[in-house]
């Protein structure tokens, strides 16, 4: 049997060989690469991140192991016996492709495509793409907790459907209206100087409670709160001790961008919706995973690039890991 990359004018002398037939060789040659080294810049990638303790058992009596097949670092516990590698506990751990093509799933999901775009250009299954987006918000999981807001702080909440199989209705079967329990409200806070945060806030208008849930730990105690009337807010003015500038949502609308105290936080509720609906069918129990995800393309660093390199750099500091096996079989098969 001849192997996979073997082309039928492999050792024929050059002259031998038409223009014709070397083409054909050199495009098998380079596909047949592309298709089986996509690896090569993994073990580099990996091999970069040290590791100070075991990732099964957190012994810290660990020993460098030699490497495994594909070229990554191996260590060994003597704790608990075990080896493991730097993907061992990340989400790259047990991985079927290349760490470069999640890393180009992630620019794409940064640049706003929709997943389903993704699949299609990928020509992955369709099953993929979810699967690592779940990975994704794994690692995003938290990212926002750093996020506290300071100074002139504007907030304000916006509202997204839920799909219509999951409304609630009225008596007479017709969809309940306004700001009701079929919309996800989703507080959004901004310093206007490049900060921001967005949080799920329930459905419908917010109480004191959830505005408190929302909004407390993303706005520094004594900043100056921008906002319209919405009383829930008056919880967290109290809470957190901030000067409160009210305004009158009616009148605001009748102003130009730049005289409106409420522009910043106004323009990303619109940036949020377009990139929401560039996902229309996403699962609205992801809404957590889909606000931290905005809020990486919301906050610094700019650049997809740049933001890309930020989540991949997460994603190998963070312990979790989602086997496609959990994700899709419930550990079946
Ligand atoms: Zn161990």
């Known amino acids: 049997m001849p192997s996979a990359s073997a082309t039928p004018w492999d050792g024929v002398p050059e002259s031998d060989v038409t223009p014709a037939q070397a083409l054909v060789a050199r495009a098998h040659r380079e596909a047949y690469a592309a298709r089986h080294a996509p690896t090569a810049g993994d073990a580099e990638f990996l091999n970069g991140y040290e590791r100070a303790s075991c990732p099964r058992c957190a012994s810290p009596d660990i020993v460098r192991d030699g490497f495994d097949s594909r070229g990554v670092r191996r260590w060994a516990c003597r704790s608990c016996g075990r080896t493991f590698t730097p993907a ?32 299609r250009s990928n020509r992955r299954s369709p099953t993929t793409p979810p699967w690592w987006l779940a990975k994704l918000f794994l690692v995003l999981d938290g990212i926002q907790d750093g ?40 507080a959004v806070a901004t310093d206007g100087r490049g900060r921001s945060a967005f949080e799920p806030c329930g459905r419908g208008k917010p109480s004191a409670r959830r505005a ?32 409160s500038v009210e305004y009158d949502s009616r009148r605001l609308k009748s102003l130009p961008d730049r005289e409106n105290p409420l522009a910043d936080v106004n323009r990303l509720h619109f940036l949020l919706k377009s990139f929401l609906d560039a996902h229309k069918g996403f699962d609205r129990a992801d809404l957590k995973g889909w606000l ?42």
């Open 147 to 186: 996020t506290v807001l300071s100074g002139r702080v504007q907030i304000d909440e916006t509202y997204y459907p839920v799909p219509a199989a999951e409304a609630e209705r009225n008596a007479d079967g017709s969809l309940k209206r306004g700001l009701s329990r079929n919309k996800l409200c989703i």
């Open 212 to 243: 408190l849930a929302a909004y407390s730990g993303h706005v520094a105690r004594g900043s100056t709160l921008l906002h319209d009337k919405e009383k829930s807010h008056r919880a967290l003015v109290r809470e957190l001790g901030l000067a």
């Open 88 to 119: 061992t506990g990340t989400i790259f751990e047990g991985r079927k492709v290349p760490v470069s093509d999640w890393c180009e799933f992630v620019i794409q999901l940064l640049s706003f495509d929709s997943v389903r775009e993704i699949a």
């Open 292 to 333: 931290d995800l905005f809020s990486v393309i919301a906050n610094p660093p700019s650049g997809a690039m740049e933001k890309a390199a930020m989540v991949l750099g997460r994603a190998m500091e963070c312990p979790g890991t989602l086997r496609y096996r959990d994700f899709y079989g419930g550990g079946r098969s």
